[in-house]
């Protein structure tokens, strides 16, 4: 007989628990996307969470069977955003759990929006892997449509070393520094400032994310300087858990982008080719990345040239708040 399931706001103390969810879900799944509990924990620790209001576990007899979260932005400026996630185990599915947790979703992500910006439009904001057509059905059903669609794409980084160009003008590529963290972020929000579904990083949420998180690499990041200003940069991570869980060592490209004034001159392939070949000279076996297959600023063909190949397609799907 199976217990009634029960739910509660996830805590920090959960993440070894929502750490075996989430291996349960990749092995029926396949997304590729490997989490341990460390890697949890950096996630519920987002700034702008407040885990007793925006999450929330399903429980069934001490087994953690279903999760979802919300989180919404600080900052809008046409459009207020709040993102949501969430999974059922596989042996949970089919049993209501999944229909209650995106209700769960719709209800947050309407009470966040309401409570910080209720003159603006808002939008909950989810991205799907493609074959997951049952996850994809319930969020249709739930009033979510298709808007957008991404590529998780990968390159090997064996072989022949790969050559660097130089960017034009008199640009220089040169690692990363701490000396520049507030400069790239700040070059980060005006290069993506017109990008879909952006809204500016705020210090905090850039720390906790991109240049502070655990899995930031600096040794495999760029910045391309034109003097003493930021042109554009390249932020890479290494997950733990996907090498413990692979064996395999890989770059993840996490952010790349050139400020419009310096577009056209050589500044992401640079930046592109300079982080693959310390990849390679340091032990790296392959490098990834995902991408905005409409990006208006030809990501996409920059990728492919630079040897990268689609791997997995992920749906954006949005719901008017």
Not at 46 to 52: R, T, Y
Request: glycine share 10%; aromatic share 8%; proline share 6%.
């Amino acid at each position: 007989m199976h217990a009634t399931p029960t739910r509660r706001p996830l805590t920090l103390e959960d993440t070894p628990a929502l750490a075996e969810l989430f291996a349960a879900v990749e092995a029926t799944d396949g997304t590729d996307e490997h989490y341990d509990a460390e890697d949890l924990a950096d996630e519920l620790g987002d700034p702008h969470v407040e885990l007793p209001h925006d999450s929330v576990g399903v429980w069934s007899g001490g087994e953690l069977i279903g999760y979802a979260r919300a989180t919404g932005l600080p900052d809008a400026t046409d459009v207020h955003l709040v993102y949501v996630e969430g999974a059922v185990r596989p042996d949970a599915r089919g049993q209501g759990v999944g229909t209650d947790l995106v209700k769960w979703q719709v209800t947050r992500a309407a009470q966040l929006h309401h409570e910080r910006f209720p003159d603006l439009p808002g939008e909950a904001h989810i991205q799907i892997h493609a074959p997951n057509t049952a996850k994809r059905d319930l969020y249709e059903g739930a009033g979510f449509q298709a808007r957008r669609w991404f590529f998780d794409m990968r390159r090997p980084l064996d072989g022949d070393g790969i050559p660097v160009p130089a960017p034009a003008g008199g640009l220089r590529v040169v690692p990363f520094t701490a000396a520049y963290d507030d400069a790239t972020r700040s070059a980060h929000n005006e290069a993506f400032r017109e990008n879909w579904g952006h809204t500016p990083a705020t210090a905090d949420r850039w720390r906790h994310g991109a240049t502070g998180a655990r899995s930031f690499r600096p040794d495999v990041s760029f910045l391309a300087l034109d003097g003493d200003e930021v042109a554009g940069y390249l932020l890479s991570h290494e997950y733990d858990a996907e090498t413990a869980m692979t064996g395999v060592r890989e770059c993840w490209i996490d952010r790349l982008g050139t400020r419009p004034a310096w577009r056209g001159s050589g500044v992401a392939t640079a930046l592109l080719t300079s982080c693959l070949r310390a990849g390679q000279e340091q032990g790296y076996r392959r490098a990834g990345l995902n991408v905005d297959s409409a990006d208006a600023n030809g990501a996409l063909s920059l990728y492919e040239r630079c040897g990268f190949r689609t791997l997995h397609t992920w749906t954006g799907y949005v719901r008017p708040l």
